[in-house]
């Protein structure tokens, strides 16, 4: 599998809004973003079903986050409104198997995906 490139991360205050994108080559059964902390497990964040369009959130950041998929341009948004400091984490960009899509019970556990971005840091202040 090609690549995947995260970018858009940084700094904002408690209250804001930051978009933060991956490219990607090659599509698969699921996309997704995590986050993670120092010390602490991979977060799933918000995961999507490209076949269908299905789309599924954490409970932390349903109704602030929103995750978009632009087909022609092979690009995975994450749109994060209403940003609170315990957002703060690096982001990653992930892609799931090209062979078998995981049940939505488990789209945003990490060990269902299987190739990763960089990550982008984004730290919101208080």
């Known amino acids: 599998r090609g690549p995947l490139v995260e970018s858009g991360g940084g700094s904002v205050q408690a209250g804001g809004s930051l978009r933060i994108a991956c490219v990607f080559t090659?599509?698969?059964?699921?996309m997704a973003w995590f986050r993670q902390v120092p010390g602490k497990e991979r977060e799933g964040v918000a995961a999507t079903y490209p076949a269908n369009g299905n789309t599924y959130y954490a409970a932390s950041v349903k109704g602030r986050f929103t995750l978009s998929l632009d087909s022609a341009k092979n690009t995975l948004y994450l749109q994060m409104n209403s940003l609170k400091p315990e957002d703060t984490a690096t982001y990653y960009c992930?892609?799931?198997?090209?062979?078998?899509?995981?049940?939505?019970?488990?789209?945003?556990?990490?060990?269902?995906?299987?190739?990763w971005g960089q990550g982008t840091q984004v730290t919101v202040s208080p």
């Open positions: 992930a892609a799931g198997s090209t062979h078998v899509a995981p049940l939505i019970s488990r789209a945003l556990l990490a060990e269902e995906y299987r190739t």
């Open positions: 090659d599509a698969a059964y699921t």
